[in-house]
Each structure stands twice: as structure tokens, then as C-alpha cells.
């Protein structure tokens, strides 16, 4: 057939070879430079917010623009930036740990990928529309998002449903990947645990985003239908749009810090050159996390005006989910005692995601304290504790997963030098930009302000200044992998002698076509969970 | 373009900001802490939050001394050879066990404090308050007596005209007043969006969601003034809509619903006059600044779409414009941010903005509203 004599063909050149592309390396790459674009986009606009903060009074921009600034970014980063960041060391690493030749469905693959600058490209576009974009908050509570919302929230539902329909769709295709294409040998016990906090993710992205899709669409219809979900007037809920975001919500908080756990579980072992402590139990953690998710989301809704009962209820399920995360960090600590421990890069990220995700997952314990959370609710605490588990938390594990993919990517190591830089600027700016917002959060100010009262000004000082060194200390990361792209020391197959897994069997650079053949896969010399 | 001209201007404007140091505001306690309040209850709170918060350091230091010691003692150039150890189920039974422990110890007290706060009833002061955007309303219930309280810092003060105040951001026109001593139970609610009343030192924080009534209650025991803001994202104003309580004696307090009764009867008898265009302009000019110009801009000039311009608005001003002009002000716009004002505003305010703005910023209508047009438009329900 003409089929068979396409594919022998060499892929479409310039363009179209990024457009059509079908390989899971390349769909990789793609997802990564996106989030790396939108990383930089929302990251801008966070220098935004910190530059007005800086002081108080209205310096730079008014309440409107500075809502819209809080609410793109925060809608960038969480669905343009990290969750693109793991679907591409998704793309990239699941096939070459679990010895496939590819993702079980390339094309869709290929249409998740294409969907998000489709659906990024629509949200920002809102910011230039008459009334401007989306200036409720990255939750969107209703009827703030509905009545009284800006006519641009039309288009901000459908980018929603955009992104939306790429993450179920890049899923699917995950969990697909790993049930259906797995090296002959290998049970789901011997999966390395980044193929193992993605294949629960995934099912928890199965899960939720179409509660998310039903939401916005219950606001469509109320922006443009005259129905009255959330509508109180009409004998509607405002408060059924808080259960319905947060069931999907609390959840979404898992997916972007899942990935994370499975990038820091490889990389502490091969630094440590020890086998992880507790395979078993980091899996039975991840899923016991994964479900517990489903039970807490009222606790983001303390102060709505619940029954005692189910504050209660959310209270303890909260405190339960310290429970699992606690033992993922004993673990990781445990691979560390009695180890032969070195420095790279990628180490010092994973180390410093330890260590301030404990204190993101410790105020999150804080949190869960009802009486205590209604003077921590919609505080900078609150900002506090939730960026920690998410900049230095899983941005970092990303960045980390960055470093320690990079010599396999690209056949070459990047730069250690400007490497360690780009990790002690970032740790510094980060922690300068964050701790802070402990203090000024209990002390009383509100987050989503413009402007603030006098008291609180020395640490939003502090905050602003940590924030431009944290961000442009980027630029860096920006540098290291356009270098590392262009060459460097080259990497053998195995650049880190600790590591362990398929990945490291194939050539550095990986050649656009691995595991034509399926590799052997020897449980009792290669599994994870090998006596 | 303007994000590059705002970071510009930061870097530009740092030594002199640093150099304009200005009032120290008013903290809550601390600077740095959760305020211990001035109620039983706010003093639980904190303790709880001290209690917490002491585990979870202690957690951290065991936790990340562990971490660090292995970092340093098991280092490469000290420690070539790694061990293999790599399981065991006592160990993970052991550290699943002793946070379970940990907190259901966190969970007791918690919840003895919780139920307290659930406990709203033998209350001797009822207040329902209610959000709007972006004041706050207050009603004695069964005392007749209901204002709204606005922020009072001026827009000088926000634009960095004027040197700000301690009180910046913090304080209102009219505060709420309770007597200390008694339990006031605070019931809630919302005109418009989802607004939630907070004042740190009584460690009451509640949503003030449209079409739920929440509960809340306090007893506060030093006469004093309590402050705190809007805690829930409320649209452009978010920012500017402060809670300013006012704790006084039993004494003090009947005095104060004396005098707004009082208050109350003079606005009435005023309206029935007549009111020169003057007085009507002064009133209004007063009037469009705290409710009007947030949205439709100082000078009139709005901010469109959401906001129309109503300086040169054309259909508002021609004389027949003027059934629709007072009809909007009173009932609103439904489907958009404009709310109606019929049960915010007294006549003589509606007839002095109506006024106002018919006749400001070059607007030359020419003509006065008096506020028995308005009594009679709403069939003498004021």
C-alpha cells in the first residue's frame, strides 16, 4: 500500500515537521519549550504584581489591569507552565523507561500538543479585548466570573475547555502508553516511579477536568442562556460553583506535584548512589495521595459557612493526607542516610524541592486547622504556603528533571558552572520572595490586594525584591539549555553512574526512533523493587 | 508596554521610596504573627496557631537535621561506598504511625475550638451585614437602626499625592459600634458578589455570599478599635472596603443608636424641603465620590465597556433623558455591574447625585432633582 511507502519516508522539513510531527520526542520538546515560553509569559506578569507591591499606594497599574495580572497568572502557570512541563517529560521519558517505541497513540498526541497555543493564544488575546481578560482570579468564583464579569469571559470558557480537552486527551494516551506498551517483563511493580506517579496522575486528570469542563459550562450558560446556576437571584448556588471548582481543584493540586515526586525519587537515588528506600511504599503513598485528594476540597472553603460536620469531615481527611507525604519525605531521606552522596545540578534542585516542599506540606498542615484557617484564609499565608509546594516545590522538581534529562536529550552535560548559579540565585530569590509572605499573611493582609495597609510594607518590600531576583535568574536557565543544545562536554549513554532505568541504555543524544525493538527487561537484575 | 515601563519605573524609583518612609500603619499585635485578639475566642485561636505551629518546627528541625546531617556526613569524598539497604516494613510502619499520633493530638483541641466558634446562640446583639461593592451595610436588628460604612482615606492618599495616614486603607466614614462585654452575633450576607468579613484581632472571618445568610459572633472584652479588611476577591475595589469596628460600653452604645435614630428622622424631615441647586450639587458632588466614581471615574469619564462614560453621555442628559437617568440610579442595570440604589440611598442622596451628574464636568442638563420627585417616583415606599 501507499502507506507503508510514506513511512519510509524522511519527515517533513522546516515548519511542518514541528506541525505533523508524530514522535513522542519531538511532541516532548514541543511541550516543553511551550511551558518554557509560558513560564517567562506568566512570570512577567508576577514582575507585575511584585513591581506594584513594591510600595504602597497605586503606583504602576490600577485595580483592574492588577486583577487581570493575578488571574492570568495564575491560570498560565498553573495550566500553560507546569502541567505542559510534566506532559513533556512525560513525552520525552515514559516511552524510553518503559521500553516503548513511542506513545500508544501518536496523532492524538500530536493534537493534544497543538491545542495548547490554540488555548493560550485565545486566553491571553482576552487581555486585549474591550472590557479586558479575566479579572476574577484563577478560581473564578461565581458570580463574580458570571454577572459580573467582563465580556471577554466567553472566550476565557473556551480556552479553559481548549486546554481542558489537550490534558484529558494527553491522559489518555499516558495511561494507554503504559498499560499497552510496556517491554515484555515488566509488571507494573517494575515501572520506575516517575512512569508511576504519571500513570495515577493520569487518572486523575481523567477525573476532574471534566468537572472543570461542566463548571465553566454551567457559566456559560449563566453568562449567555439566562440559567441560574450560581445565581442566587434566579434560585441559584453561588457557593455549589466553590464545591464543584475545588472537587476538580484539590485534585489539580495533586497533578502538578505527583510528576514532581516520580523526577525527586530518581534523581536522590542516582546522587545517592543508593537505590531508592521503599519503592513499595512511594507507590502505595502516590495512590493513597491520588484518592485522599477527592476528600478534602472543602477545606479551600473554610470560611463559606459549611455545617460543623463537614468541616470537621474536611479537617481530619486534610490532616490524613500529611500522613502519606510525610512517608514519601522519610523515604527520600532514607535513601540519603548511608549513601555516597554527590552535588550535580540536578541534585541540588531535587534537595532544595525536599526541603521547601516539607515546609509548603508543614503550612499546609497549618491550614488544615479550621479555627486557625479562619485567620489564614485568603491571606498571604495562604500564598505563602501554595506557591512553596508549586515554584520551589514543582517548579523545581521540573527544572531539576531538566538538568538531570538534558545529556540524554541533547548528547551533551550542561554547563555545571552556570548551572550552580542559575540553583543558588534561584534558591535565594525564591525563599526571598516567599518566606516573607508567612509574616506579612499573619499579620493580617489580605491576598489579591493592589495596595496595602502601611504595616505590611517592609515585607511586601522584601517579597518584590526576591521576586526580580528569583526571575531573572531564569534567564539563566534559558542560557544553560540553549548551550547545552548547542554542545558542551558530550554525555556518554549513561551520563550519571548512580542512575538506574531503560533510559540510560539508549545513546545520548537519543536518536529520533529507540526501542524499535523491545529492550530485555530482566526483573530480578533491573526492577526497582528487586530484592 | 506597560509591564516594561512599570519594571523600569521600579528600579528607578527604589532609592526614593526607601527615602519617603511614611506613617507605620496600625498593626494587629504583630508584625510578624498572628494577632493574639482581644477575645476568648481569638486568644484560642492563636494558641492553637502557636501550638501547630511549634509542631511543625519541630517537625522540620528533626526531619531537615536528619536530611542535612546525612548530606554532610555521608558525602561522597566521605563515604565511597554506599550501603544497600533499601526496605523495610517496620521502619514505614513506624513513620506512618507516629504522624497519626501527632495529629489526632492537633485534632483534639482543634475541634473543642471549632465547635465554640459554631455556637452562635444567646446572642444579645443581633448585626446583619452585608457586602456590596465595595462597602459594607450594617443593621442593628429589632433596633431600627441601619448605615452603610464607607473607606474614608482619600484618593490623594492612594495615589501618592498626600502623605498616608496609619490608618491607611483601614478606616471608614461610619464604623460599626458594639458594646463590649455582650455577645454580638454578626449574621451575613452579600448584595452582589461574594465578600468575606474579617477582623483579625476577633478572629472572625466569614463569606458574605448573595442569597445564603452566614453566622458568625464575637464578645469583645476591651473597649477599643478593631480593624480589618475584605477577605475575598470582590472585583476592582477588592482592596478599598475596610471593617472598622468600634467596641464601647453599654452606655456609650445606646447613645449611639439614640443618636442614629435621631439622625435618621432629620435625613426624613429634609427631604419634604425644598434644596437649592447649590446644596443639591454639594450633597451630590459628596454622594458620586463614595459610591459612584469608583467605577464611573472621578471626572465622569467611566471606564468603558463595563463602566459608561457618564461626562458628554448625551441620552443622560437631554431633558427627556432624565425619567431614565433617575430610573437607572434607582433600580439599577440588570445583567451588568450597575446595582440599583433605591435601598442604599436616601432621596435627597439619589436627587442630589441625579443632580450632580447631570450637571458636572461640563454636563449642562441644567436641571434639579428635589427629593420628593424621587419619594413620589418610588409611590412614598421612603
Known amino acids: 500500500m501507499q502507506m507503508q511507502t510514506e513511512h519510509a519516508h524522511e519527515p517533513p522539513r522546516g515548519w511542518m515537521r514541528w506541525l505533523l510531527t508524530t514522535n513522542h520526542k519531538e511532541i516532548g520538546s514541543l511541550y516543553l519549550l511551550f ?83 490554540i488555548a493560550f493564544g485565545l486566553l491571553l488575546s482576552t487581555l486585549w479585548m474591550e472590557g479586558g481578560g479575566p479579572n476574577f482570579g484563577w478560581t473564578f468564583y461565581a458570580p463574580l466570573s458570571t454577572t459580573y464579569a467582563p465580556p471577554s469571559t ?62 465553566v459550562t454551567m457559566m456559560l450558560l449563566d453568562i449567555n442562556f439566562g440559567t441560574s446556576f450560581f445565581n442566587a437571584a434566579g434560585g441559584g448556588d453561588p457557593v455549589l460553583f466553590q464545591h464543584l471548582f475545588w472537587f476538580f481543584g484539590h485534585p489539580e493540586v495533586y497533578i502538578m506535584i505527583l510528576p514532581a515526586f516520580g523526577i525527586v525519587s530518581l534523581i536522590v537515588p542516582t546522587f545517592a548512589r543508593k537505590r531508592l528506600f521503599g519503592y513499595r511504599s512511594m507507590v502505595y503513598a502516590t495512590a493513597s495521595i491520588a484518592i485522599l485528594s477527592f476528600t478534602v476540597w472543602a477545606h479551600h472553603m473554610f470560611t463559606v459557612g459549611l455545617p460543623l460536620a463537614a468541616q470537621l469531615f474536611f479537617m481530619y481527611m486534610t490532616m490524613l493526607i500529611a500522613v502519606p507525604t510525610g512517608v514519601k519525605v522519610f523515604n527520600w531521606i532514607a535513601t540519603l542516610f548511608r549513601g555516597s552522596i554527590s552535588f550535580e545540578v540536578p541534585m541540588l534542585f531535587a534537595l532544595a524541592f525536599i526541603v521547601q516542599f516539607t515546609i509548603g506540606g508543614l503550612s499546609g498542615v497549618m491550614l488544615a486547622i479550621v479555627p486557625a484557617d479562619y485567620q489564614y484564609h485568603d491571606t498571604y499565608f495562604v500564598v505563602a504556603h501554595f506557591h512553596y509546594v508549586l515554584v520551589p516545590g514543582a517548579l523545581f522538581a521540573i527544572i531539576a528533571g531538566v538538568y538531570y534529562w538534558l545529556p540524554k536529550w541533547t548528547g551533551f552535560y550542561p554547563s555545571e558552572s552556570l548551572g550552580k548559579l542559575h540553583f543558588w540565585l534561584s534558591v535565594i530569590g525564591v525563599n526571598l520572595t516567599f518566606f516573607p509572605m508567612h509574616f506579612s499573611g499573619l499579620a493580617g493582609m489580605p491576598r489579591r490586594i493592589p495596595d496595602y ?22 534567564i539563566l536557565l534559558l542560557i544553560v539549555i540553549y548551550r547545552c543544545v548547542k554542545g558542551g562536554k558530550p554525555a556518554p549513554a549513561k551520563p550519571w ?35 | 508596554m506597560r509591564s516594561v515601563v512599570g519594571l523600569l519605573t521600579i528600579w528607578l524609583l527604589w532609592p526614593l521610596g526607601v527615602a519617603a518612609k511614611e506613617g507605620e500603619g496600625v498593626d494587629y499585635g504583630s508584625r510578624w504573627n498572628m494577632t493574639t485578639g482581644v477575645t476568648e475566642l481569638s486568644r484560642e485561636v492563636h494558641s492553637l496557631h502557636m501550638i501547630i505551629f511549634a509542631i511543625c518546627v519541630a517537625i522540620a528541625v528533626v526531619v531537615f537535621g536528619v536530611m542535612f546531617w546525612s548530606l554532610i556526613r ?40 471549632l465547635k465554640k466558634i459554631y455556637d452562635a446562640s444567646e446572642s444579645e446583639v443581633d448585626v446583619l451585614v452585608t457586602g ?119 452606655d456609650e452604645f445606646q447613645q449611639f443608636l439614640a443618636q442614629k435614630r435621631a439622625q435618621a428622622e432629620a435625613e426624613k424631615a429634609s427631604e419634604s424641603k425644598q434644596w437649592s441647586k447649590d446644596e443639591l450639587m454639594a450633597k451630590g458632588e459628596q454622594v458620586y465620590a463614595t459610591y459612584c466614581s469608583a467605577c464611573h471615574q472621578p471626572q465622569g469619564q467611566g471606564l468603558p465597556p463595563a463602566f459608561p ?51 458636572a464636568w461640563g454636563n449642562d442638563a441644567g436641571d434639579v432633582v428635589q427629593p420628593e420627585t424621587i419619594n413620589t417616583m418610588l409611590g412614598g415606599e421612603k
Not at chain 1, 511551558?35 to 510600595?55: C, D, K, N, P, T
Not at chain 1, 494507554?176 to 495515577?200: H, K
Not at chain 2, 569524598?77 to 539497604?85: G, I, L, V
Not at chain 2, 523495610?88 to 489526632?104: D, F
Open chain 2, 132 to 250: 456590596y461593592q465595595w462597602r459594607w451595610r450594617y443593621e442593628y436588628l429589632n433596633e431600627g437602626v441601619s448605615f452603610f460604612s464607607n473607606l474614608s482615606t482619600p484618593a490623594e492618599q492612594i495615589k501618592n499625592q498626600q502623605q498616608k495616614s496609619d490608618t491607611y486603607l483601614l478606616e471608614v466614614d461610619e464604623p460599626l459600634v458594639v458594646p463590649v462585654g455582650t455577645k454580638v452575633r454578626f449574621l451575613l450576607t452579600s448584595n452582589d458578589v461574594i465578600h468575606s468579613w474579617w477582623v483579625p484581632e476577633l478572629a472572625v472571618k466569614k463569606d458574605a455570599v448573595p442569597g445564603f445568610i452566614n453566622e458568625s459572633w464575637t464578645r469583645i472584652e476591651e473597649p477599643g478599635t478593631y480593624r480589618g479588611q475584605c477577605a475575598e476577591l470582590c472585583g476592582r475595589n477588592h482592596a478599598f472596603m475596610p471593617v472598622e469596628v468600634k467596641a464601647v460600653s453599654q
Open chain 2, 309 to 359: 462614560a457618564l461626562a458628554g453621555n448625551a441620552n443622560m442628559i437631554e431633558a427627556s433623558g432624565l425619567q431614565g437617568h433617575i430610573e437607572r440610579v434607582l433600580y439599577g442595570k440588570s445583567g451588568t455591574a450597575m446595582p440599583g440604589f433605591a435601598e442604599t440611598l436616601s432621596a435627597a442622596d439619589i436627587a442630589a447625585v441625579v443632580t450632580y451628574e447631570r450637571n
Open chain 1, 154 to 215: 466567553s472566550f476565557f470558557i473556551l480556552s479553559i475547555h481548549i486546554a481542558g480537552i489537550s490534558s484529558i486527551l494527553g491522559a489518555i494516551n499516558i495511561i494507554a502508553t503504559i498499560f499497552n506498551m510496556r517491554t515484555p517483563g515488566m509488571r507494573l511493580m517494575d515501572m520506575s516511579l516517575f512512569v508511576w506517579t504519571w500513570l495515577i496522575t493520569a487518572f486523575l486528570l481523567v477525573a476532574v477536568m471534566p468537572v472543570l469542563a461542566g463548571v
Open chain 1, 35 to 117: 511551558s518554557l515560553a509560558m513560564l517567562f509569559v506568566g512570570g512577567i506578569m508576577a514582575l507585575i504584581i511584585r513591581a506594584e507591591l513594591f510600595q504602597p499606594g497605586l503606583q504602576l497599574i490600577q485595580p483592574e489591569f492588577f486583577n487581570q495580572m493575578t488571574t492570568m497568572h495564575g491560570l498560565i502557570m498553573v495550566f500553560g507552565a507546569v502541567m505542559p512541563a510534566f506532559v513533556g517529560l512525560a513525552n520525552w521519558m515514559i516511552p524510553l523507561q518503559i521500553g516503548a517505541p513511542d506513545m500508544a497513540l501518536p496523532r492524538l498526541n500530536n493534537f493534544s500538543f497543538w491545542l495548547l497555543p
Open chain 1, 497 to 531: 553512574e548512580g542512575a538506574e532505568g531503560l533510559e540510560w541504555t539508549v545513546p545520548s543524544p537519543a536518536p529520533l526512533h529507540t526501542f524499535e525493538q523491545p529492550p530485555v527487561f530482566d526483573p530480578q537484575r533491573d526492577s526497582p523493587s528487586r530484592a
Open chain 2, 74 to 113: 555521608y558525602r561522597r569524598s566521605q563515604n565511597k561506598k554506599s550501603a544497600h539497604f533499601h526496605e523495610s516494613t517496620a521502619v514505614e510502619i513506624l513513620w506512618t504511625a507516629i504522624p497519626v499520633v501527632i495529629l489526632v493530638a492537633m485534632a483534639v483541641p482543634a475541634t473543642a475550638t
Open chain 1, 453 to 474: 495597609a502601611l504595616q505590611f510594607a517592609d515585607f511586601n518590600m522584601v517579597s518584590s525584591l526576591g521576586a526580580f531576583i528569583f526571575g531573572l535568574s531564569q
